[in-house]
């Protein structure tokens, strides 16, 4: 992997005025809120009940509003990007400039022609592709009701909307829990009390990832992973799935990101490998949908959703073990060749046909 990260050029640079790493103190504020926030009357309360300490954590863990429990946007439907800022003012990224920028050079040519995996980059979605987190929420929204004396509903339609919903959806339209609007809020900063507790005991990744991971970094093809935890409690949790060693680059709530195709194509700068190069590993739907928006391939796991949900992948496996470094090269082997794309028909033109005719000798 020391190969992939040497080659990083200055156009991997664009973010830097949005990196965590080189801003320890500056974070994003969030656009997208899972739960209302008129807490003015009800913030001792609620801290007290919820077990927060005086800088508003809970167990180490920042439990602050963020896209973690709510359904993100697609977003680059019309391939839009994002506004960063250089010093020279902002800067407007979308995916056709990152396809423009982020061309290789004619060193970097050369030796992608004699080994071709190094021109990919692998992203990699945190939710259900490298941990199964659905188990995490749906556990923390049993133990939530437990708590409380109510029962989870048994029907697998529900529990599956509740793992993709916001806390106030599920406690209002899903679970029906008819509390008053302080109890609400207080019970949505429960279930994210309960969700972080059962993270802090995650300790092994999905089946199969740990050694598709090692064949690609045998192929020296750089790794990235996108989630909407904070940064630190990602760090953390792939220290104990023994994953961080792996991945080149790490896209967090941090970032700012504000829509799923965004934070792939922030994950694709830090890699330093255009869109178009890179393959998205998703287990949902919409997470597909915005890897084709950026012009990325999709690769689906089988699980959170059946195989004809995720008909729009490029590739869809029931597990990593099925999964080799030559599907890679597949994926893109007839690249821009596609039903919809315009080709050039030759037309052979047939000789003209040799008249007969008689020599008569006088």
């Not at 022609?113 to 749906?138: Q, W």
């Amino acid at each position: 992997m020391d190969c992939a990260c040497s080659n990083f050029r200055s156009s991997s640079l664009l973010l830097l005025g949005r990196s965590p790493s080189l801003h320890p103190h500056y974070s994003f504020p969030s656009k997208l809120r899972f739960l209302r926030l008129n807490l003015a009357k009800h913030a001792r309360v609620v801290r007290s009940a919820c077990g927060f300490n005086e800088n508003g954590s809970v167990n180490g863990f920042s439990v602050t509003p963020n896209k973690l429990f709510m359904q993100e946007a697609i977003g680059a439907e019309y391939g839009e990007g994002f506004e960063t800022f250089r010093p020279d003012g902002p800067l407007k990224v979308d995916v056709d400039f990152l396809n423009d920028r982020l061309q290789e050079g004619f060193l970097q040519r050369i030796r992608y022609a004699m080994k071709p995996d190094e021109a990919y980059g692998l992203i990699f979605s945190f939710d259900n592709v490298v941990a199964d987190t659905r188990t995490l929420k749906l556990n923390s929204w049993k133990q939530l009701a437990s708590e409380e004396g109510k029962e989870i509903p048994e029907d697998a339609d529900v529990q599956g909307r509740m793992l993709y919903a916001g806390a106030d959806h599920v406690l209002h339209k899903l679970l029906l829990w008819d509390e008053a609007e302080g109890e609400l809020d207080r019970l949505a900063l429960r279930f994210s009390q309960l969700y972080y507790d059962n993270l802090l005991r995650l300790s092994k990744p999905v089946e199969g990832l740990k050694e598709w991971l090692d064949a690609v970094s045998t192929a020296r093809i750089p790794c990235a992973v996108v989630s909407s935890l904070d940064r630190i409690n990602m760090t953390e949790a792939l220290e104990r799935m023994e994953l961080k060693k792996y991945f080149q680059a790490i896209v967090t709530e941090e970032d700012g990101m504000d829509s799923i195709a965004h934070r792939f194509l922030s994950a694709a700068m830090k890699l330093d490998r255009k869109p178009s190069k890179c393959v998205v590993f998703e287990d949902e739907p919409r997470g597909i949908a915005a890897a084709h928006n950026c012009t990325m391939m999709a690769v689906a796991l089988i699980g959170a959703h059946p195989a004809y949900d995720l008909v729009q992948a490029d590739l869809a496996v029931a597990s990593f073990n099925e999964l080799s470094v030559i599907n890679l090269r597949r994926l893109f082997a007839n690249k821009g060749s596609t039903f919809m794309d315009l080709q050039k028909q030759v037309i052979e033109k047939s000789p003209p046909k040799r008249k007969l005719t008689i020599d008569t000798i006088f």
